[in-house]
Each structure stands twice: as structure tokens, then as C-alpha cells.
Nanobody, 123 residues
Framework: QVQLVESGGGLVQVGDSLKLSCATSGRTLSRYNMGWFRQAPGKEREFVAWISWSGAGTTYTDSVKGRFTISKDDAKNTVYLQMNNLQPEDTAVYYC????????????????WGQGTQVTVSS
């Protein structure tokens, strides 16, 4: 059974940092590309970051480049999202997911998702 469990969200101030974790099970993480997405109230789920199975390749949406870093620890079966200099527009529920096929920025390209963790940035 494939499972993903996000954690690390919370309420922070503008400019603060958070590190999200996504603990996975049921698949060998080292064989899979992974993604982070987010969904703000009333908006569609949007791509945030992607990491290749080897960890050597990463991509980010433009709004988080230079502030967010995606990484993975295969030994711990965990994917991370380090978020620095958080802004009110980063407020959302953050999800991690296993990539399946297709364009890495599309929700439909991922087959298993976690339940999400809330990040709220207060000004």
C-alpha cells in the first residue's frame, strides 16, 4: 500500500522559514521522481517543485525559485521542501506526490498523494 504523509506545516510570520517533510512507504523512493504542489483556498492545486529519482534534477515554479529547495533522503524514504523567506502568497495546503507520467507540472501526472499540511504566512 502506497502512502505519503506530509508534516512540518504551521503558522509563521513573513520572512520566516519552514521545512516540510513527506514520509513515503509502499514504494522504493530512489526509483521515483517526486513533486510538491500547493492549493490555496478557492484556487486550483498548483505545481511547486519536482525532484528526479536520483536527486540530481530539480525544477521549481517561478514564484518560489531562490526561496524553496526540494530534496530527498532515500534511506529515510522522505522528501523535503525547505521554504525560506515565506510570503503571504505562500499560504496554502502543501501536498507531495509520486510522479507517474506526463508533464511534471501537471496534477494529472502524479498517481499517489498525501493528505497535505497547512502552511499559513501571516503579515
Amino acid at each position: 500500500q502506497v502512502q505519503l504523509v506530509e508534516s512540518g506545516g504551521g503558522l509563521v510570520q513573513v520572512g520566516d522559514s519552514l521545512k516540510l517533510s513527506c514520509a513515503t512507504s509502499g514504494r522504493t523512493l530512489s526509483r521515483y521522481n517526486m513533486g510538491w504542489f500547493r492549493q490555496a483556498p478557492g484556487k486550483e492545486r498548483e505545481f511547486v517543485a519536482w525532484i528526479s529519482w536520483s536527486g540530481a534534477g530539480t525544477t521549481y515554479t517561478d514564484s518560489v525559485k531562490g526561496r524553496f529547495t526540494i530534496s530527498k533522503d532515500d534511506a529515510k524514504n522522505t522528501v523535503y521542501l525547505q521554504m525560506n523567506n515565506l510570503q503571504p502568497e505562500d499560504t496554502a495546503v502543501y501536498y507531495c506526490a509520486f510522479y507517474n507520467s506526463g508533464h511534471s507540472r501537471y496534477v494529472s501526472s502524479y498517481d499517489y498523494w498525501g493528505q497535505g499540511t497547512q502552511v499559513t504566512v501571516s503579515s
